[in-house]
């Protein structure tokens, strides 16, 4: 087993290739030599290859992931030869490797019985038993380190930003219209969330729900604390913030007086049709 600095992260394309290995082993096994097996040691020895495969694969495996390694693109590769490997040894025959499952992880069926979803197990070849690799809860560290690393990137490319412009109100900005009330390291922040939760998918693997909270929280903790530095910077409201208009209320004689005015300009302009304005726009010509 490693020690601190040493995280397996150069162990992953030897945890592909040994996976890819034992999955052309099993293969092998069923085509060559399964039927002289069971010949000559009958069915409940079927299955006692592609057991022994998965359990000695799996010890590897799994002090791979012990160590933690990063979850780049040669552990996902690795990962997902590990699941390859499992189907193989499962699809090796119709029910020859009996699967036990307890509760949650992987669901696997084992060919001519159920589907692994339950407890128990299905074995019509004579006992031989392993677990499945139940990738998903093992690979689940692997997948926080990851969301806390990117996380951590982000937070400081955040205050890289927000360090990077000077915060002003906007009533003593004098620069070019174009460019006023423009906050270029805003626009930075928000493309580097959609890269992070772009990345995040395209992991490509199955990761648990609370991963996704993990992240979105993450994410949104980063923009919140943009936000409040950029409006610390500017100080209290009171010193750029708009004074409120003052209040008015509705005065029916005003009203009714603009009203009649606006009626007599109309009824002049209906008599008359000047020519100024193109004549009254609110009435159809005739004929």
């Given amino acids: 087993r490693g020690g601190r600095g040493d995280r397996g992260d150069g162990i992953s394309p030897g945890v592909k290739l040994l996976a890819e290995g034992c999955a052309a082993l099993a293969d092998a096994y069923e085509a060559h030599l399964s039927s002289y097996v069971v010949a000559a040691a009958g069915p409940a020895a079927a299955n006692a290859a592609p057991a022994a495969i998965v359990e000695c694969f799996s010890r590897d495996l799994y002090a791979w992931l012990d160590l933690c390694p990063a979850l780049d693109t040669r552990a996902i590769e690795a990962l997902w030869a590990a699941h390859d490997m499992q189907n193989a040894v499962m699809d090796r025959g119709e029910g020859k490797v009996a699967v036990t499952t307890a509760g949650g992880g992987d669901t696997i069926g084992s060919g001519g019985g159920g589907g692994g979803n339950g407890g128990g197990s299905s074995d019509s070849g004579g006992g031989f038993e392993f677990e499945p690799l139940r990738l998903e809860a093992r690979a689940a560290p692997l997948v926080f380190q990851w969301v806390a690393g990117r996380l951590a990137v982000m937070r ?53 729900i609370s991963a996704v909270r993990a992240l979105t ?71």
């Avoid at 927000?162 to 174009?178: G, K, Q, Y």
């Avoid at 923009?223 to 100080?235: F, K, N, T, V």
């Avoid at 208009?245 to 302009?269: I, N, S």
């Fill in 217 to 287: 929280e993450g994410i949104d903790g980063a923009i919140q604390e943009y936000a409040s530095l950029a409006a610390d910077s500017l100080g209290v409201p009171e010193v750029f913030a708009p004074a409120l208009p003052k209040l008015t209320r509705y005065k029916k004689d005003v009203v009714d007086a603009m009203k009649k005015a606006h009626e007599q300009t109309r009824a002049k302009a209906r008599a008359t049709k000047s020519e100024v304005g193109g004549g009254w726009w609110g009435d159809c010509e005739e004929g």
């Fill in 156 to 208: 400081r490319t955040m205050l890289r930003l927000i360090a990077s412009e000077p915060w002003r109100a906007a009533a003593s900005v004098t620069s070019d219209a174009a460019t006023t009330g423009a906050a270029l390291s805003a626009v930075e922040l928000v493309r580097g969330a959609w890269d992070t939760l772009d990345a995040f998918w395209k992991l490509q693997l199955p990761v648990p």
